[in-house]
Each structure stands twice: as structure tokens, then as C-alpha cells.
């Protein structure tokens, strides 16, 4: 079957640096997205990968290792509008989008 | 303003009951998608339509049906609608089916 794990919670001070594993098994691969969700939202696309290495947007870098099956999404100087739900999602060779239940992200002052 | 409206924000309704969610997108994508979102599990896909006039099944189609008539609209309908239906349901569209996906702001759906 296919899968994606991430860490269901996790929390970090304003102004610090984390990192949200994601890991998948899925049939196939053209590529990986993270999303954020804050409550009651929408997902918004945050990143996507497709080549092995790291993608910098910002304060947000996105990491991918495709013989590992494994991708991180790394925000710096976090901020307290940081808090939010992040979602990976792998496109598999159907080209539909496997996704993982979610990290969701506790900024601390 | 582009983007991807859906109706109702919100709904509560009877089990058995018949009920269309609407999407519209002003992006002229191709593709597009219905996902239901549970507490605890990731969006799982429902339907899909990779072009206008084309339709496909996702994970959990069982209960819902689409139509794509034209590029703009996707609407999902619960046939008879029972309380496993009570969730959240996005819209989201793509340029095609290997880009990225854009979400609607989401309907709340009940069903008692």
C-alpha cells in the first residue's frame, strides 16, 4: 500500500529553526508538495520537489532524497503566524496526490 | 479576482437527503479534484477530472458521483447522504495533472 508519515505534533519557539520529517512508500513518484494549513483553512502550497537536493523559498527550504524516500520542509526565524498544520504530499504514477495526515506546528513565545 | 469559490460555506443535512456541493474555478485549469478531509487522516481523493468531459475515481468514491461539463465547474453530489459523509470537502484545480494544486476555502458538510 502506499504511505506517508510525518510527526502529528510538534512545537518550537518564536525565532527558532525546525524541521518536519516526512517519509513515503508510494507506487511511483513525480514529485513532492508541502502544503500549510492553518485552522479552519484551506491548504497553500508552500513547496515541491522533484530532484533530489534542497528548494529555498524564503524562510522555508524544502529537502528531498528519493532513494531514501524521505523529504524534510525546514522554516527558520520562525514566527508565531508560523503556527499551522503542514501537509506532505507525494504525486504518484497515477499522478494523484498521496497525502500525509499532517504535522501540525505549536509556535511558543 | 482568480480562484476557486465553493458553496455552501456550510451545511447540515438529513441522512438520505440528496446534496450538490458546487466548485468553480476562473483559472482555466484542466484539472481538477474533490477531496474529503477527516480529523486524524490525510485529504483523501474522491473524484477527479484530468479535462473537461472526463471523470475518474480516487480513493473513496463510493456515494459520490461528478459531472465535468465545462472547464469552470465540478460539482460533487451525495446521492443519499449518511453520517460516514459528515467531513470537510475541498475543491482544488491544476494547471494540469502533474501541477500544482490550488484549494477552494472548503465546504463544511453534516450529515444527522
Known amino acids: 500500500g502506499q504511505n506517508i508519515d510525518q510527526p502529528t505534533e510538534m512545537t518550537a519557539t518564536e525565532g527558532a529553526i525546525v524541521q518536519i520529517n516526512c517519509t513515503y512508500q508510494?507506487?511511483?513518484?513525480?514529485?513532492l508538495f508541502w502544503y500549510q494549513q492553518h485552522a479552519g483553512e484551506a491548504p497553500t502550497f508552500l513547496s515541491y520537489?522533484?530532484l533530489d537536493g534542497l528548494e529555498e523559498k524564503g524562510r522555508f527550504s524544502s529537502f528531498l532524497s528519493r532513494s531514501k524516500g524521505y523529504s524534510y520542509l525546514l522554516l527558520k526565524e520562525l514566527q508565531m503566524k508560523d503556527s499551522a498544520s503542514y501537509l506532505c504530499?507525494?504525486?504518484?504514477?497515477?499522478?494523484?496526490?498521496?497525502w500525509g495526515a499532517g504535522t501540525k506546528l505549536i509556535i511558543k513565545p | 479576482i482568480a480562484g476557486i469559490t465553493q458553496a455552501p460555506t456550510s451545511q447540515i443535512l438529513a441522512a438520505g437527503r440528496r446534496m450538490t456541493l458546487r466548485c468553480t474555478q476562473d483559472?482555466?485549469?484542466?484539472?481538477m479534484y474533490w477531496y474529503r478531509q477527516d480529523l486524524g487522516l490525510g485529504l483523501r481523493l474522491i473524484h477527479y477530472?484530468?479535462?473537461?468531459?472526463?471523470?475518474g475515481k480516487g480513493e473513496v468514491p463510493d456515494g459520490y458521483s461528478v459531472s465535468r461539463a465545462n472547464t469552470d465547474d465540478f460539482p460533487l453530489t451525495l446521492a443519499s447522504a449518511v453520517p460516514s459523509q459528515t467531513s470537510v470537502y475541498f475543491c482544488?484545480?491544476?494547471?494540469?495533472?502533474?501541477?500544482?494544486?490550488?484549494f477552494g476555502p472548503g465546504t463544511r458538510l453534516t450529515v444527522l
Open positions: 508510494t507506487s511511483g513518484f513525480n514529485g
Open positions: 483559472m482555466r485549469h484542466n484539472a
Open positions: 477530472s484530468n479535462t473537461a468531459g472526463t471523470t
Open positions: 520537489n522533484v
Open positions: 504530499a507525494v504525486l504518484d504514477s497515477n499522478y494523484q496526490l498521496i
Open positions: 482544488a484545480s491544476s494547471r494540469d495533472k502533474v501541477d500544482t494544486q490550488y
